[in-house]
């Protein structure tokens, strides 16, 4: 859950995302060095008083400032595609949601299961209990088992939405007429919020989605009481 005056990303409550938070701590490293060595040549050039007048080129220093980037692109690319082939890997899911973004709400279905299924919409400001979150808040959350893997496929009715869930490292376009999947695996148990990520119309900001993590008995009753609901 992000809260003011927050500079890095949201804890991580999947494997995904922790690759992504090293990533980006490996990544910053460099950019930082990279950024220090600038800054002190730019520095040094400034304030030295000695200059050299003779030397027009140098292949030496052509030959550093090819190949020294060169290796910190490789540095940066490696780590990359090794995080995107991994959130691609989807391996024998133990449950499978179809999520579909309709303008503007979301609506989940259980596709392992005869007949669950429903709609998730913004609680209204005023209809909010002590303790919940303006606009992040739904009135059917996503239940999902933790330490399982979870396939989560995605589409759209109308118009082009985004089903994204930072804590958990999903971020999924949906398109009318095609079937987008992506997966995660909820290390631990929470609530972890997220909201539609692409501009969809009026109501884009009122389009929260709420993933419920917990453990697996609890995830049979809760699907076992939503059964004899239908």
Known sequence: MAHPTQLGFQDAASPVMEEL?????HAL?????????????????????????????????????????AVILVLIALPSLRILYLMDEINDPHLTIKAMGHQWY????????ENLGFDSYMIPTQDLNPGQFRLLEADHRMVVPMESPIRVLVSAEDVLHSWAVP?????????????????????RPGV????????????HSFMPIVVEAVPLEHFENWS???????
């Open 29 to 69: 490293m460099i950019v930082f060095l990279m950024s220090t060595l600038v800054l002190y040549i730019i520095v040094a050039m400034v304030s030295t008083k000695l200059t050299n007048k003779y030397i027009l080129d140098s292949q030496e220093i052509e030959i550093v400032w090819t190949v020294l980037p």
């Open 21 to 25: 938070l090293h990533f980006h701590d």
């Open 106 to 113: 979301w609506s989940y279905e259980y596709t392992d299961y």
């Open 167 to 187: 804590s958990l490292g999903v971020k999924m376009d949906a398109v009318p007429g095609r079937l987008n999947q992506t997966a995660f695996i909820a290390s």
């Open 192 to 203: 972890f919020y997220g909201q539609c990520s692409e501009i969809c119309g009026a109501n």
């Open 224 to 230: 076992s009481l939503m059964l004899e609901d239908a």
